[in-house]
């Protein structure tokens, strides 16, 4: 399960991907924005720096910025940094393994089934890098406001055509 630390690190980090090039973010203002604790912030930002996944500089002009790329920052290595490995349970891990005392591993159904959910855990994540976890963060935004203009207009019981969908005549 993601933690409240790999969480909010996400959140940071896709605050700081819409950032323009180069540009610092305050912490308080990530925080602000993200609804972060601010000191729990500053710990987590500590790690993605360690990490290399940002950039940090003191003073009045300072703030953090990303050390690399959006699109070359993978979502499964920030959540390994964060949180430790994606498996659920330490048996079907592929970084941190721990064998189980309790249990023959080459039969037991829990450990196979928690290996698939790890596989398929690590799958997504290491597909996907920020800058896509961002453009789908502004993707939802941009729904969002439609769907609130529409209905502050009054229109939300009008038909909304969606080119998805096949048309159907009506008879």
């Not at 987590?44 to 959006?70: C, D, H, M, T, W």
């Amino acid at each position: 399960m993601l933690t409240k630390k790999g969480k909010y690190g996400l959140k940071a980090l896709v605050h700081l991907a819409r950032m323009p090039a180069g540009q610092l973010a305050f912490v308080g203002d990530i925080a602000t924005g993200n609804n972060i604790p601010k000191k729990f912030l500053d710990a987590i930002l500590g790690e993605l720096r360690n990490a290399g996944f940002v950039q940090s500089r003191k003073g009045k002009e300072g703030g953090y910025r990303l050390a690399r790329p959006a699109d070359e920052i993978r979502v499964g290595h920030v959540v390994r940094v964060l949180d430790g490995p994606l498996a659920p349970i330490p048996c079907a891990s592929r970084t941190q393994y721990q064998r189980c005392e309790d249990c023959n591993e080459a039969t037991c159904q829990v450990r196979h089934l928690m290996l698939e959910v790890r596989q398929a855990i690590a799958e997504v994540l290491d597909q996907r890098s920020l800058a896509e976890m961002r453009d789908i963060a502004d993707d939802l935004t941009i729904a969002k406001d439609a769907d609130d203009l529409t209905i502050a207009s009054g229109m939300s019981d009008l038909p909304v055509a969606r080119d998805d969908l096949p048309v159907v005549a009506q008879a």
